[in-house]
């Protein structure tokens, strides 16, 4: 099949994030011309499962007629006013909107436009709380082994994906690290079974030994997702935020994966009762339609900054399209869905059926591990399921399991061999049950094929 024009152009000039661009201009790839529902399709009309929501942002569908007029009704009205010196409609509707979602104690809405801007300011929001708080001492962060909070230099150096971030260690400040909460992995107890959540008492130590100098924990709660899929025990978060408290540290939760239903419930937080003191929320913000995030803070943090322009407790911090009203108004349409149509009661039984179909995958020679935090699922495929032994890295047989899946209908990525399935809200059980055979097909023909290696060599993955 010859390059259509707009791939040559595509390769000509595009610089495509995450990717190897050697591999990618040297092999096929997919065009996406539209979208409807649950499905994407290419330039060639073929239509392809939305299985990763379009990298975890999409919620309702693609073309959600309601979002669409919220957008289109904004545009009739303005697209765009600074929030620096004006308010504006959307943004202020929204706000109020969040903190009665969010769990209680966040008052306070701080707008931005993506997960890592967000996180940025929520660093330095907290960083900066402590010098007004008279303790600039409290000035470190502690954060999760296999974290993954961005791609900006504040959100590298709280990460912990040597991949990813290994290569910019000259220009990061240091957290302190702390083990992943992650049961298959765990190297601290002697077997899941007999787990005492020793990542717990870890982390205990290091508020114990240094609290004067930590100004917050962060972490993604319930569930590690670039890290692969990384579900945390029972008990674990709600434990951090009593040691949290304790230790007179802050909490910063980042949902910008987990928030928005994806893990059953509005947002992960709610599963154990745990109230953060800053909360940051992007991604299905918009139902995955604009670039949106908020940082959300306690009514003590806010507090804080307040005082004469002499005392300088200013937060110098914003960006250009802050509180952009385009995508204020997709997110009020967001929100309206989710409560006209009941979205997070109807997710129980899209939730079994997962589980359910997990329980066969799981038994597949190669796949070592399942995951599921609701909406979520992670299937770590690996060379000897007895000795959990990993495939060599470089043969990216989670790679190889996502182009199988392709040819049969199913856009997923993995990240690095944990297929990752997050499937938008919207999908039927029956969208869903057909998703995670094609899936499990493909993970069956990828793990048999003993040519792996020239099959995928233009997946352009990690
Ligand atoms: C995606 C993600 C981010 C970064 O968000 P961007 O919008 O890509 O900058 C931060 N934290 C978590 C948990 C994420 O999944």
């Not at 999908?427 to 993970?443: A, N, R």
């Amino acid at each position: 099949m010859g390059m259509s024009e707009i791939e040559l152009q595509n390769k000509k000039y595009v610089w495509h994030p995450f990717t190897q661009m050697k591999s990618w201009v040297s092999n096929e790839q997919t065009v996406i011309a539209e979208a409807k529902g649950n499905k994407i399709i290419d330039t060639e009309g073929k239509e392809y499962f939305d299985g990763v929501s379009s990298l975890w942002v999409n919620i309702h569908g693609h073309r959600k007629a309601e979002i669409d007029q919220a957008i289109i009704e904004q545009l009739g009205k303005v697209a765009h006013s600074t929030m620096i010196g004006l308010a504006n409609i959307p943004a202020t509707q929204l706000a109020e909107k969040l903190v009665e979602i969010t769990p209680s104690g966040l008052n306070k809405v701080f707008y931005s436009d993506d997960g890592s801007t967000a996180v940025e300011v929520a660093i330095k929001i907290a960083f900066q709380y402590w010098q007004h708080c008279g303790l600039a001492k409290k000035s470190r962060f502690v954060s999760l082994n296999q974290a993954y909070h961005g791609d900006t230099i504040g959100t590298v150096s709280v990460g912990g994906i040597d991949l990813f971030h290994r290569v910019f260690k000259p220009l990061l400040f240091e957290p302190i690290q702390i083990p992943s909460p992650s049961c298959y992995h765990c190297t601290l107890s002697v077997g899941s079974d007999t787990c005492s959540m020793a990542c717990v008492e870890a982390l205990e130590k290091v508020l114990q030994e240094n609290n004067e100098e930590i100004a917050a924990v962060i972490l993604e709660p319930m569930v590690q997702a670039t890290a692969g899929i990384l579900v945390s025990p029972p008990g674990y978060l709600s434990k951090v935020r009593e040691l949290t408290k304790k230790y007179n540290v802050l909490l910063i939760v980042d949902e910008v994966a987990t928030g928005w239903g994806r893990t059953g419930k509005m947002f992960a937080c709610e599963h154990e009762n745990v109230n953060p003191d800053i909360m940051i929320l992007s991604k299905g913000i918009t139902g995955g339609y604009l670039a949106l995030a908020v940082t959300l803070t306690t009514d003590e943090i806010y507090n804080q900054f307040l005082g004469d322009l002499h005392e300088k407790k200013t937060f110098y911090h914003g960006h250009s399209y802050t509180g952009n009203q385009l995508a204020c108004a997709a997110a009020l349409a967001n929100l309206k869905i989710f409560r006209d149509e009941n979205v997070i009661d109807g997710l129980a039984t899209k939730v079994k059926a997962i589980e359910d179909k997990l329980l066969d995958i799981r038994q597949l020679r190669h796949v070592g591990d399942a995951r599921q935090c609701g909406m979520i699922a992670g299937i770590e495929l690996v060379k000897d399921k007895e000795n959990k032994i990993p495939y060599p890295w470089e043969q990216t047989m989670g790679g190889a399991v996502c182009i199988k899946a392709r040819q049969h209908g199913l856009f997923i990525r993995p990240v690095g061999d944990v297929v990752v399935f997050m499937p938008p809200l919207s999908s039927s059980i029956e969208d869903i049950v057909c998703m995670l055979e094609i899936l499990k097909k493909s993970v069956e023909e990828a793990t048999s094929d003993d040519n792996v290696m020239s099959s995928i060599s233009g997946a352009a993955y990690f």
